[in-house]
């Protein structure tokens, strides 16, 4: 596995913590005012995301009639933050907080992070963390020979050029010890010059939403295996680039 090293200038469009929860979270309006009440002051609310409550009538030889008049459910809402580039999404099921580039350090996203989850924990009182995951989303822009800069590329993509191809995917799935998984989605565009390294590293194991340690222990192993991932994929050429 590749040496971890350490970049100047990070080539990540976006960065993700997320929680998943089970079972659904009752959300009212009035709780998600409260919330955006208590933080910080630069977010502003995006919209509340509403899911309708829909009924079927239903009559032999009737045409079914459909009709929204129940009223609608809160699903969640979107917060931005638009001076400092942060997108919260709080709904039913999750709560994730990105942060869009210019991505700073991980140190700063995993504080955003936890301002709200420790803002959301009356919302899951007696709830389990079912999935905790993080996603980074690297493009690489490029002007130097192609082939050079691949070369030590674990993805067989050297020779799509020649055959015509202008654009290749590729997808790996890896499992490790403790309920921790990862995707990697590796693409290539030769007419854009562009190569993106799309990763989601997450556990799985339940996760009581208590324990903070625990969480931020879960956090930190993840990003270790994002990083490996990562150089995984890299080459010193084409870290060269960047």
């Known amino acids: 596995m590749s040496k971890i ?3 100047d200038r990070p080539p990540i469009k976006e960065a993700v913590i997320e929680f998943q929860f089970q ?24 919209q509340f995301l509403e899911q309708k409550q829909v009924s079927f009538d239903i009559k032999r030889d009737i045409p079914t009639q459909i009709t929204g008049d129940n009223p609608s459910q809160i699903h969640g809402t979107i917060m931005k933050d638009e001076k400092r580039g ?4 709080f709904v039913r099921d ?36 079912s999935r905790i995951g993080m996603r980074y989303i690297n493009e690489i822009t490029y002007n130097a020979d192609y082939k050079r800069i691949i070369e030590d590329n674990p993805f067989p993509v050297s020779k ?32 854009l010059k562009q190569i993106i390294i799309d990763i989601d590293v997450y556990s799985t194991k339940i996760t009581s939403i208590n324990d903070i340690d625990e969480i931020k222990f879960i956090l930190e192993r993840l990003r270790q295996i994002k990083n490996k991932l990562f150089f995984q994929t890299v080459s010193k050429n084409l870290e060269e680039v960047l």
């Open 86 to 89: 942060f997108v919260v999404q």
């Open 160 to 191: 799509i050029k020649s055959e015509g191809i202008f654009r290749t995917y590729n997808q790996s799935n890896y499992e490790f010890p403790n309920n921790k998984g990862a995707i990697l989605n590796y693409v290539v565009d030769l007419k």
């Open 5 to 7: 090293r350490k970049l």
């Open 94 to 129: 999750r709560l994730s907080v990105s942060k869009l580039s210019p991505y700073n350090s991980f140190e700063e996203i995993l504080s955003q992070a936890f301002i709200f989850y420790n803002n959301i924990e009356e919302f899951i009182i007696d709830k389990n963390i």
């Open 23 to 46: 079972p659904l979270l009752d959300l009212k309006k009035e709780d998600l005012k409260e919330l955006y009440s208590q933080v910080n002051s630069d977010y502003i609310i995006q």
